[in-house]
């Protein structure tokens, strides 16, 4: 494969930079990935500090590259929004949940909410919210297990279609999160507009918040806009227990990161956070 990529570089060589070069290679990996099944979710809890208990998962997407290795969204998400790949991607991913989900429920595992990332491309196209449906029904699933995360990108602007597509949902009994709250071309005016179910708080907020005022006084401000709303709070990359004891005092019990667990695959997952729960 080396060598023909090299033949390929001479050819392509005098048009393409060694960067569109690379990506150009990924995305034929991408394509044929999809189509191999190289795919693989992990799953990271979401606790309630409080009472220790398991809330919800989140969905995280990694790929199992037959010669490199796991790789991680970070590396192939991006290019995969860019050559439209990701409309694919999402659709295998909210499948795999609804399958785990069902799993679930034929072995009387008492089910938790999996939320997945929905690319705002993909969340802006008319048919996302009957797609959603779709599956649903497909699986006889309730709304309520399912939960999706956008980005503030993706209800920026304030179309009617948004606002049809939020209500769809709704009806559905899904829950939307904002995901990375507070590192998007933030306005408030969304907020007010669309009953959203709750934020995220991004990781960059939370790292080192017991000795970082501005992040502190930012993550309080964050917190005490979400309660007025009525939403709720999800901190994200609470990694020492210092980060967790500041959110506790500040009345943020929904805690997502490394301190907990960090993503693993099914298997693991189920042993550690699943089996022990009581009916
Ligand atoms: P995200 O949605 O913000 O997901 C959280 C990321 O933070 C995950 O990275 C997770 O592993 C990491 N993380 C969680 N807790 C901690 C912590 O305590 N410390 C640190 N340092 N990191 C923590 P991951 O899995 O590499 O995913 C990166 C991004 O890729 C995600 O960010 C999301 O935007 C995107 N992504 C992942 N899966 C999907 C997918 O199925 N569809 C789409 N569209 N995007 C996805
Ligand atoms: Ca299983
Ligand atoms: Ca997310
Ligand atoms: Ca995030």
């Known amino acids: 494969a080396k060598e023909q990529g090299r033949n390929m570089y001479q050819v392509y060589g005098d048009f393409m930079d060694e960067r569109t070069y690379q990506s150009f290679l990924m995305e034929k990996q991408l394509r044929k990935a999809i189509l191999n099944g190289e795919f693989i979710i992990y799953y990271q809890p979401r ?5 220790g208990e398991i809330i919800s998962a989140e969905a995280l997407i990694r790929w199992e590259h037959p ?3 796991l790789i991680s969204p970070g590396e192939f998400i991006p290019l995969a929004e860019e050559s439209g790949l990701i409309i694919q991607i999402g659709k295998w991913v909210k499948r795999k949940v609804c399958e785990q989900l069902n799993e679930w429920r034929v072995e009387r595992i008492p089910l938790i909410p999996i939320s997945v990332n929905v690319s705002s491309q993909r969340f802006l196209q008319r048919d996302f919210s009957n797609d959603i449906k779709v599956l649903l029904n497909e699986f006889q699933l309730e709304g309520k297990w399912l939960e999706i995360e956008i980005t503030e990108n993706s ?8 606002y049809e597509c939020l209500r769809e949902l709704k009806k559905m009994g899904i829950r939307i999160f904002i995901d ?6 933030s306005s408030f005016n969304y907020l007010k507009t669309f009953k959203l179910d709750g934020i995220k708080i991004d990781r960059s907020f939370i790292q080192n918040i017991s000795t970082e005022s501005d992040n502190a006084g930012i993550t309080i401000a964050m917190i005490k806009m979400a309660q007025h709303l009525k939403m709720d709070v999800i901190a994200e990359g609470v990694e020492t227990e210092a980060e967790l004891s500041f959110l506790l005092e500040q009345d943020c019990q929904f805690v997502q990161g490394f301190y907990f667990g960090r993503p693993c695959p099914m298997e693991e997952f189920e042993e550690k956070y699943m089996y022990s729960r009581q009916e």
Not at 47 to 51: E, F, S
């Open 47 to 51: 606790v309630n500090a409080l009472t």
């Open 155 to 162: 209800i920026m602007k304030n179309e009617e279609y948004i």
């Open 67 to 69: 010669q490199l290795g």
């Open 180 to 185: 990375d709250f507070g590192t998007g071309y």
